[in-house]
């Protein structure tokens, strides 16, 4: 069975700093990884997606990807107190394959104070 | 632009009694997906329609039945409720592409409650 497991947290950050949240799989022919973010009593918001190793950054999000170690993570820099809510790491098969299925990780709570 | 609609977004039902819950998309996306969501186990998929016309298990199908009604529609089906079910559940759509690996887009939920 396909797993994907993040650290349920709550991980706390103090405002203006860097959190770091991370996710590993165990499916080797993974493809795709995406970022989604769940605030309290709402529905996931995708805020990042990656499909090669390396780094993609996007405004204050980096996604960083490493197939080889099975492992892709999130860095949100500079984070604020509006960035606390739930962040999901979901995982998909090889494109033709998967019908676009997703697995997700339970989910990391980040809560970041004043 | 509506995205994913789901109705209702609240229900309470007895055990052992039937509902349906709707979803649909208005981004022409070929497939759709329903999960259901308990506390510390993030989304778990219960049925997907990858086209127009199929529909397949996913993770944790007992107790659902699902219908494609359309290109737009994905129906999800409790036929005898139990507490077990209560839950949030979520549609998502998503394009297909090229056999690209679009990512999905969710409604914003229906929170389940069985008696």
């Known amino acids: 069975q396909k797993e994907v497991e993040q650290n349920s947290g709550p991980l706390s950050v103090p405002e203006g700093a860097i959190a770091s949240l991370n996710c590993t799989y165990s499916d080797r022919v993974s493809q795709s990884f995406f970022w989604y973010r769940q605030y309290s009593g709402k529905s996931p918001e995708l805020i990042m997606s990656?499909?090669?190793?390396g780094d993609k950054e996007d405004g204050r999000f980096t996604a960083q990807l490493n197939k080889a170690s099975q492992y892709v993570s999130l860095l949100i820099r500079d984070s604020q107190p509006s960035d606390s809510a739930t962040y999901l790491c979901?995982?998909?098969?090889?494109?033709?394959?998967?019908?676009?299925?997703?697995?997700f990780g339970q989910g990391t709570i980040l809560t970041v104070h004043p | 632009n509506a995205g994913v609609t789901q109705t209702p977004k609240f229900q309470v039902l007895k055990t052992g009694q039937s509902m349906t819950l709707q979803c649909a998309q208005d981004?022409?996306?070929?497939?759709m997906y329903w999960y259901r969501q308990d506390p510390g186990m993030g989304l778990r998929l219960i049925y997907y329609s990858a086209s127009e016309g199929t529909t397949d298990k996913g993770e944790v199908p007992n107790g659902y039945n699902v219908s494609r009604l359309n290109k737009r529609e994905f129906s999800l089906r409790l036929e005898s409720a139990a507490p077990s079910q209560t839950s949030v559940y979520f549609c998502a759509s998503r394009e297909n592409r090229d056999y690209s690996n679009q990512p999905q887009h969710f409604g914003d939920g229906t929170r389940l409650s069985i008696l």
């Open positions: 990656i499909y090669s190793n």
């Open positions: 979901a995982v998909g098969g090889a494109g033709g394959t998967s019908y676009g299925k997703l697995t």
């Open positions: 981004m022409n996306h070929n497939s």
